[in-house]
């Protein structure tokens, strides 16, 4: 497979065409941003460590019955994918109070939410992603009713397998974003999920493992990501 013409660059990762019929590749990079953009770096090895664990975490869920657009890894940076039609939706499934519902609610920080609570966010940089409801995401024409209805249910099912997987690890998965995207009339779970994108927690010590390391400067963060990129994929290796 060729690498092609850039088709999108975000803020960690860039996807690019190919000469193969709807697929596309994924290059994670080294760079590392948070609040909304605010704080920038580039550390050496990031990308790899987070489609690792991407690229692991899709193969779990997809053994488990999820769609995701997953293929194939080219290398320990670049992803093979089925592109998808992307709703800009970041579907935040919430397991612990931590991050924003903290600082917008009164929540106690480390309160556990039972049942689990999702929170809608459009995907949007120059509106800062504003969270959503059910009646904005249908009149801003985002995702049909029912499409809503199965993104929910599909993010809970993604809930419940990944935080059962890092429970094995002894990793609490207080929440994470994920999006989807439409192929034909199927929804299917697109872009990635890794320790940029889920906020965990060991459950021994409460030590933060994800980009929080990076966001509060709490310690080596590559270090950090390296440690639980093993511990997450070696529980692959005993399953
Ligand atoms: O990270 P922050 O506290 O600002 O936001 P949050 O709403 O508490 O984020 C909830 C979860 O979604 C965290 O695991 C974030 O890392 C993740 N997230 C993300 O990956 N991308 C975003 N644009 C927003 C949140």
Redo the contacts with the bound molecule.
């Keep these: 497979m060729k690498q092609k013409k850039l088709l999108y660059a975000g803020k960690a990762k860039s996807v690019y065409h190919t000469d193969v019929d709807r697929k596309l590749i994924v290059e994670f990079r080294d760079d590392i941003t948070?609040?909304d953009g605010g704080k920038k770096d580039v550390l050496m090895n990031k990308g790899s460590y987070n489609a690792e664990v991407s690229a692991f975490l899709f193969e779990y869920l997809m053994k488990n019955g999820v769609k995701t657009h997953f293929v194939s890894m080219i290398d320990p940076r670049h992803m093979v994918v089925r592109e998808l039609e992307m709703i800009p939706l970041?579907v935040?499934v919430?397991n612990v109070a931590?991050?924003?519902?903290?600082?917008n609610y009164p929540f106690k920080e480390g309160t556990k939410l039972d049942p689990p609570v999702i929170?809608i966010?459009f995907?949007d940089d120059a509106r800062h992603?504003p969270m959503l409801n059910d009646d904005l995401i249908v009149a801003l024409k985002l995702a049909s009713p029912a499409e809503l209805k199965k993104i929910k249910k599909v993010a809970l099912k993604i809930n419940q397998l990944l935080f059962a997987l890092l429970a094995a690890q002894g990793i609490t998965l207080?929440?994470?974003?994920i999006e989807f995207g439409r192929q034909g009339k199927s929804i299917c779970l697109g872009d990635e999920i890794s320790m940029?994108?889920?906020?965990l927690w060991d459950k021994k010590s409460g030590e933060s493992l994800?980009?929080?390391v990076y966001?509060f400067e709490k310690g080596d963060v590559m270090a950090t990501y390296n440690r639980v990129a093993q511990r997450i994929t070696k529980s692959a290796k005993k399953r």
Excluded at 174 to 177: A, E, G, Y
């Design positions: 948070a609040f970041e935040i919430r931590a991050g924003s519902i903290v600082r929170v966010d995907k992603d207080v929440d994470f974003k940029d994108s889920m906020r994800d980009k929080d966001r």
